[in-house]
Structure formats: C-alpha cells, structure tokens
C-alpha cells in the first residue's frame, strides 16, 4: 500500500499528554498532535485545542518526535546476529572477506524478505520511520530491491534502496547490479512512499572503468549512495589511482552530485574536506559501526554537517546518538550539544526533503509520520536541554508508539498490521538455512 492509499484510509485520531517537539524551532511541554487523513492537522499545547470525539491515545506525559530516520543502514544484516566470520579478522579487509560479503553471497530470496521484515519490526520498535538501505545479495540480484520494498511497504515504512555494485564478481555481476539500481529507481518514480538511489560498494571495488560507466548510464538526477573512506584502504586505492582519495575519485568521474550520501568519511584527504564543503554531499557517520571495525572515527569538527546511520548496527538512533557522544568524550572529540541536536534533527530533516518533502514538520498538513519514544521526562524539558534528555535520559529510541502516514504501526510491544510471532518464527528457519550456506 502507498502512502497516499494508506493516507486515504485513515481514520482520525488524535496523542495527547505528550511532549511534543521537532527537535528544531518547537517544543510544548503538554501538547496534543490530532492527525486526519494521514497529515498533521493541529499540533500545539492542550489548552489551544477543540477537543473532539475520535481515537485518543494517552501518552502519559512521553516525548513525542517527528518519526526518527536510518540514514545508512543494511536490512539484509538482520538475520546474522550470533554468527561469527569464517576466519580470522584482523582488519577491516578481512572483515569483509571473512563475514560480510560471504553473507552476502549466501542470501536467497527468502533470505532477503524475511531479514527485511525482521529490520522492520526492529525499526517500528525504535521510532524508525524511513530507512536509506544499502542492499547486497549477490547470489540473487534482479529483483532483490522490490522484495526489500514490499518488506517495508508491509510495515508501513518510507524507503531510499539501493543495490551496492561492486567489480568483486567481475564485469558481468557489476552490470546485473547497475541495473537493478536503475530498474528500480525507474520503478519507483512515482511513489511518494519509496525511492530509489543508486548505490555503490566503495572506490576500492570498483574501476575507473566502472564509475565512468555508472556516470554515463544512470540519469543526471539520480544521486549515489557509497562506503566513503571507510578504511584506510579505500583512501590508499584512490591514492594509487592517481586522486586525491575516495571523495577527489567520485568528483574526477562525475559522481558527487546533488543528493549524494556518502557513508563514513573516516579516511580522507586533507584536500578533500574542502570538496565535501563546495559539493555539499550528505555525509552519514556511523559511529558504532566504525568503533566495532576499528576504523576510526570521522572528523565531527571538519565535517560538522552531517547526519547519523547505523551500518547495520541496529534500528536504535538515539542510541547512536548517545554512541556519538559517548565516543567523542572518550577521545576528546566530542561537539557541543548545539552541534550533536543540528546532526540529529536539523541536517537530518533538510537532507531528506529531497524524497519527503514536509519530513520533519509538524505543522498541519505535514505526513504523520511520528514516533512518541517510552520516555516521560521527570524534569524540565526545553530544545535547550532536549539532547540531554535524549543522552541521558531516554539513553535509547524504545519506542511506545510509532505512526506512519498516521497509521498506528506500532504501540505498547504489539504491531497492529504485522504478525510479529509468524515473522520471527519464518525468520528463524531463514536464519538457519542461511547459516548452513554461510559454512558451507
């Protein structure tokens, strides 16, 4: 379902007894949100509001947010807790041969839907209401994108997919991913609820040869998704390619375009922090993902404009918020609290108007796409200390209730239009197939 049909058959309803703010410019400390027909039509304090008879949800006083965003993730992960790397993983290479790109290889159509599905619940569980997921199944690529899609479409999810090409399996694979990213993309024009962008592996996957060629084949409009200076690595194969590093390859080749989102930037150029800033990419850290790889960190204070993503992590943002502070103190990188609340709600919300535009709004007639996390401040609450409250209070993005398209997806542990226990029993049996095609 669309989120335009989904908007058509929305019954009224309203959340009351919450805090409501947008992270931005707004905050009232005892508001109502009454949503019709999928949109935001009055959100503001309690005593400005004419009350009427239709659906209310009590929130008992938890804060309500415009719905949270996975800016880099990958669904096609979620099947793989408690798996271990099939050898020895000494460095971020070998990560990659030893444990992700053999689960890529493994997964099947089954695999995918399912280890999206369970991504979804985890993301309803965490106020997560649109993801950008970069897809790898290369046993199984035509088609991959749409399975993805109906996983998310099913929980009521807004999505940006990709399919990561990549030359690891030769010219022949890489072609098959060019053109799942542009069928897809093509496929979705038209769909306000999903999009598509056309994702890349990393430099270090892919040619001079490869690049001009996704240049040249896909439209002028379409933006990139790619593994930027992940790793040391990928700066030292750009470097022996005659550029600059990852960011100087892309630009030389005609791929930092509008719209790009480049994942990591821990391992950059000196030079190329000022491209970042001429070319105005977005720019996603993921900092549980590169402490758990041992790859670094990104430069918060050269790069201060960008936004957060999980790498397949988890669906958990305010958690990585918390991970992006937390780690900052520990090196003595940290940004003030005014930086951390621009990257979480501010550069987060501007970049995703370009797909959703309204996202992050809550004015009327904005998408009702909300999530009221199961946290009820016991001390004043203001935007000044709203990333303290997130920190250390909340500590996490345990949702209580989440809403697409003011469509109730998620409230109190249980998923209305999802059949949790079916979707974790056939996860399991997937899981398991996928485990004896990882070993072998």
Not at 51 to 67: D, N, S, V
Request: include cysteine; charged fraction near 20%.
């Amino acid at each position: 379902m669309t989120s335009e049909e989904n908007r058509e058959h929305q019954e009224p309803l309203c959340i009351r007894d919450v805090v409501v703010t947008d992270g931005r410019s707004f905050l009232c400390a005892d508001g109502v949100v009454e949503i019709t027909d999928g949109t935001i039509r009055y959100c503001g304090p309690r005593s400005e509001w004419n009350e009427k008879e239709m659906p209310t949800y009590y929130g008992g006083g938890r804060l309500l947010l415009p719905g949270l965003t996975n800016m880099h993730h990958h669904l096609y992960s979620a099947l793989a807790t408690g798996m271990t790397p099939l050898g020895p993983t000494p460095n971020f290479l070998s990560i990659l041969e030893q444990m992700w790109w053999p689960l890529d290889e493994a997964l099947g159509e089954e695999g995918i839907y399912l280890s999206a599905l369970a991504g979804v619940l985890d993301c309803l569980r965490h106020g997560v209401t649109t993801l950008v997921d970069h897809h790898a199944s290369m046993s199984f690529v035509r088609g991959s994108l749409s399975i993805v899609a109906n996983a998310l479409e099913c929980g009521g999810l807004k999505g940006v997919l990709c399919f990561e090409a990549s030359e690891r399996h030769g010219w022949e694979a890489f072609l098959e991913h060019v053109e799942e990213n542009l069928e897809f993309a093509a496929q979705v024009l038209e769909d306000p609820g999903m999009h598509g962008i056309f994702g890349m592996h990393a430099n270090f996957t892919l040619s001079d040869e490869g690049l001009r060629f996704i240049a040249q084949e896909k439209p002028e409009s379409l933006p990139v998704h790619i593994h930027c200076g992940e790793d040391f690595s990928d700066l030292a194969y750009c470097r022996e390619k005659g550029y600059a590093g990852p960011v100087d390859r892309l630009l030389r080749n005609g791929l930092l375009v509008p719209g790009t989102l480049l994942a990591h930037c821990v391992h950059l150029d000196h030079t190329e922090y000022e491209l970042l800033e001429e070319y105005r990419p977005v720019v996603v850290t993921n900092p549980e993902s590169n402490a758990n790889n041992r790859v670094g960190a990104m430069d918060r204070q050269k790069i201060p404009r960008h936004v957060f993503g999980t790498d397949g992590m988890s669906c958990d943002m305010v958690q990585t918020l918390r991970s992006q502070f937390l780690l900052g103190q520990a090196s003595g990188t940290s940004e003030d609290f005014g930086a951390l609340q621009r990257a979480f709600f501010d550069n987060r919300y501007d970049a995703l108007q370009m797909w959703f535009p309204g996202a992050g709004s809550l004015a009327p007639g904005s998408p009702a796409d909300l999530a009221v996390l199961d946290y009820a401040p016991s001390t004043p609450i203001t935007l000044e200390n709203l990333m303290g409250h997130l920190l250390f209070g909340a500590r996490c993005g345990r949702a209580w209730m989440t809403l697409g398209d003011g469509k109730v997806l998620y409230h109190e542990g249980k998923f209305p239009y999802l059949d949790e226990p079916e979707i974790r029993s056939e996860a399991l049996k997937a899981a398991e197939f996928l485990r004896r095609r990882f070993y072998g």
